[in-house]
C-alpha cells in the first residue's frame, strides 16, 4: 500500500460512517469508546494546539475543551501549570473515566453533556477535532454557541479540516472560505485562519489554524498579555 493509501485510510478510519447525520448522538459517540473505534484519537495533545497554548500566559485563564475525547489538551494544560480547565464531552462512558482520571484534580472540571447545552463564560475555547465530528448543518449553531461561552475578550482557537473529504463523515470537512463565513455570520471577529504544517503525519496539509474572537476592540501593538486572558 502506497503512503497517501495510508494516510487517507487512517483518515477514513477515523469514525464510523453514518447514513444519518442525526444519529451523531450520544449513543453513536459511546459506542464508538466502547468499541475502541476511535482512529481519531492522536494519543498526545495536537502540536497546534500546545503551540497555541504556550502563547497563554495567564494561568487563571478559564479553558473549555468541548468534544474533549481523552483531552490530551487538558493533560498538557495541567503540566503547563493552569487552574481553571473545563472538559465536556457527550459520551458518558468517557467521561465516566476522564472523572475518575481527574478525581482529586481541583484544577478541572469535567461535564458529562451536550455542547449545545452548555452554559458558562470562558477566557479560551480549544477547538481539536469537534467541529468535524457534529453535522455540517450546525455549524453556523456552533459558531454563534462559541460566541455566547465566549468572555468579552475571549478567544476561540485550533485546527480545521481544510479539505473535502471523499468518503462520508464524520469527519465532516471545508474550507477556508466556507469557515471565514461561518465565524464571521456568527458576529465573531477572524484573527487568523490559515493553513498549518503543525499537524502530526497523517493530517498533514490538511488542516488550518484558527482563532477567533468575540470582540472587535482593536488590540493595541503594544498592549501586554502578561496578566490577562486576551489573546493577541
Ligand atoms: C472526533 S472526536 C474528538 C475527540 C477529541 N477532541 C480528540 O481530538 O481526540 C469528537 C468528540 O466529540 C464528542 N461530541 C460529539 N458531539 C458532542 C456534543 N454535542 N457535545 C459534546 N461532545 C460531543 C464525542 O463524544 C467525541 O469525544
Known sequence: MELGEVIENKIQQC???VDNILS??????????DNKTTNWDLGMASPAL???????????CRILIPGCGNAYEAEYLLSQGFENITLIDIAPTLVAQLKEKYEDNKNIRIVLGDFFELEGNYDVILEQTFFCAISPILRSIYASKMRELLSDDGVLAGVLFNRIFEFDGPPF??????????????????LEMSPTNMSV???????????????NK???????????CSIK
Open 24 to 33: 451523531l448522538d450520544a449513543n453513536y459517540w459511546s459506542r464508538q469508546y
Open 218 to 228: 482593536s488590540i493595541p501593538e503594544n498592549a501586554t498579555v502578561t496578566n490577562t
Open 50 to 60: 500546545v503551540h497555541f497554548v504556550n502563547t497563554i500566559a495567564n494561568k487563571q
Open 201 to 215: 503525519l497523517p493530517r498533514l496539509n490538511s488542516e488550518a489554524f484558527f482563532k477567533v474572537k468575540k470582540s
Open 173 to 190: 470537512g471545508g474550507s477556508i472560505q466556507e469557515y471565514l463565513l461561518i465565524f464571521e455570520n456568527a458576529g465573531l471577529t477572524v
Open 15 to 17: 469514525c464510523v460512517p
